[in-house]
């Protein structure tokens, strides 16, 4: 697309693009630029940037890119040029970066100089904290950067950022155990200093055990309404959660979830509106079964995942979540009991049924084929013998259950 750059446009104070153009504003043109947002919906891009150090008076910087977004994995040839010298722009405060395959940022250490900087988001960002990450104390949202590869020293600078009230962070791939309960422990403290978070998540690669976090007799962050440990792993469901009166959406991963923990979560948290729960092989003892009814509360839930292949060990009764809609259930096909859980005639509103299924080695195999058909086959006749037949769909996991749960709850609202 061109476009011819007048004396007027040159004034122009905001400027938004939508669409599929390659099309990267002159920005020498657009000296007096403050806010500035770009969409993108190609998957081969070069997107550069290097320009925006022109820009003396930008406040806000976004930067989305739709296909991604849409389809999990990222596209490989998508890449974010940045200038060398970020700290040039001492006016901005808001920088978002999309989730691609390279982002050149060689002064991301930069922006702890940036003193009006509040809203950071690089979506995945593969580097850890830059140095001195602590000296950005107006920070109030940060997203994006991997937590094993970062110092201890940086970690522990988290719990500077007194006024933070939206966090969130990454595990990436191949993180050493060894290293683990050093960040770890590292978190723990700053978290215990951020008392005014109300969003809270990390997520991983693979499971990390988050048992660092059970100690706390009672939680500093009382306001928190969103929190996310779905790629985590506990060995109970902490008894500090109870606390967190404020809490709409949660989502948790457990060795063991027994039922007391259950009724404590529904009855506890009377707000709760998306509740994900994610269990591991094996816990639960086959002759358990967690009984949602009437008297365990969840009276304000609109969506609910269950991760666990034994879907016997789940059962609803008489007034359980009377306001759910959407049902995601996560399972494995090589471990799965061949059942569902008991009482779905018990869920009044519910309008749709999603089961997910885990992504194996022999995937695509005639064995593989025959299981999913089987599942297809099951749920689909429970579901069609409902009084309010809810839509059913069985979809493979190719992203992480964090993803398709916050696909589901994007959907639900």
Request: hydrophobic share 40%; proline share 6%; glycine share 6%.
């Amino acid at each position: 697309m061109a476009m011819t750059v007048t004396r007027q446009v040159s004034q122009v104070r905001s400027l938004a693009l939508f669409g599929g153009s390659k099309w990267i504003p002159p920005f020498l043109e657009f000296k007096f630029l403050r806010v500035l947002f770009l969409e993108f919906f190609l998957r081969e891009m070069i997107i550069d940037l290097t320009g925006i150090n022109q820009l003396s008076q930008l406040r806000y910087l976004k930067v989305e890119c739709k296909e991604c977004l849409l389809d999990g994995d990222i596209p490989s040839q998508l890449s974010i040029m940045l200038p060398g010298q970020i700290r040039r722009l001492q006016y901005l405060e808001t920088l978002e970066l999309p989730w691609v395959s390279d982002c050149s940022i060689p002064s991301i250490s930069d922006i702890v100089d940036l003193p009006r900087s509040s809203h950071l988001v690089l979506r995945q960002h593969k580097g850890g904290l830059p140095d001195g990450i602590g000296k950005v104390k107006s920070l109030r949202t940060l997203h994006g950067f991997n937590l094993p590869v970062s110092s201890l020293e940086n970690i522990f600078g988290l719990g500077e950022f007194t006024n933070l009230s939206d966090l969130s962070l990454h595990c990436g791939k191949g993180c050493p155990e060894s290293t683990t309960l050093g960040w770890m422990a590292a978190l723990s403290c700053s978290l215990e200093k951020l008392s005014n978070l109300k969003g809270l998540s990390v997520r991983s690669s693979s499971s990390c055990c988050a048992d660092a976090l059970s100690i706390w007799v009672s939680p500093p962050f009382l306001n928190l309404e969103q929190f996310d440990l779905l790629d985590w792993t506990f060995s109970r469901i902490p008894r500090w959660i109870s606390h967190l009166h404020s809490l709409r959406d949660l989502a948790l991963g457990a060795k063991h979830i027994l039922q007391e923990d259950v009724d404590m979560l529904g009855t506890r948290l009377p707000f709760l509106v998306h509740l994900s729960l994610r269990m591991i092989p094996g816990g639960l003892a086959k002759e358990r079964r967690i009984l949602i009814s009437g008297s365990t509360g969840f009276s304000a839930l609109r969506f609910f995942c269950f991760d666990c292949s034994g879907m016997s060990c789940l059962a609803f009764g008489v007034g359980a979540m009377p306001r759910l809609r959407r049902l995601l259930l996560g399972l494995d096909p090589r471990e799965w009991d061949k059942a569902t859980p008991a009482g779905l005639d018990h869920l009044p509103c519910l309008e749709e049924i999603r089961v997910l299924t885990a992504s194996t080695a022999d995937e695509g195999s005639e064995l593989m084929k025959t299981k999913s058909e089987q599942i297809k086959e099951v749920f689909q006749e429970v579901a069609n013998t409902l009084p309010s037949p809810p839509a059913f769909n069985l979809i493979p996991r190719f992203r992480s259950l964090s993803d398709h749960s916050m696909d589901s709850i994007r959907h639900n609202d």
